[in-house]
């Protein structure tokens, strides 16, 4: 997709990981990269997901947060991170409309160090669209 260039996500000096819609590699019939929004949008589908290949730093406890759209109508759909070691599941919540785009702590994961794959998928069926997702956001939390 014009946009869209999968890479390996290195953490910022504090170790914050952002694996953005630009980033990842995108699967499935109906998920697509979205423009002027740069988000992941359209997704309707169980096989439907986006991945992205992560230097992690060191292992522990990450907050996960994720900017994102969902309109009142579609929302509650349940939606997972998941990795080798785990998944966080999370229902996507209403921001109001498509084109308001809020950012939230949807929970936490454990990761360990090293290169992994962090997956985001709907967790059931879809009832219309899963989320028009910007960004997930890996913040370490203190040991």
């Not at 990761?111 to 069926?125: D, E, F, K, S, V």
Request: a positive charge.
């Amino acid at each position: 997709f014009p946009g869209n260039t999968p890479g390996r996500i290195q953490p910022d000096t504090a170790g914050k990981l952002v694996l953005s819609s630009a980033n990842c590699a995108i699967y499935g019939k109906s998920l697509v990269l979205e423009q002027p929004y740069g988000n992941l949008g359209m997704w309707r589908g169980e096989d439907d997901l986006a991945v992205w290949q992560v230097a992690i730093p060191s292992a522990g406890e990450y907050q996960v947060s994720i900017e994102w759209a969902c309109e009142r109508g579609t929302a509650g759909n349940p939606a997972q991170v998941s990795t080798r070691d785990g998944a966080l599941r999370f229902k996507v919540e209403s921001t109001g409309t498509w084109d308001q785009y809020r950012t939230a702590t949807i929970g936490k994961i454990r990761l360990q160090a090293g290169i992994q794959r962090i997956r985001l998928q709907p967790a059931g069926p879809v009832s219309q669209f899963l989320i028009d997702l910007r960004k997930i956001i890996l913040v370490p939390l203190p040991r």
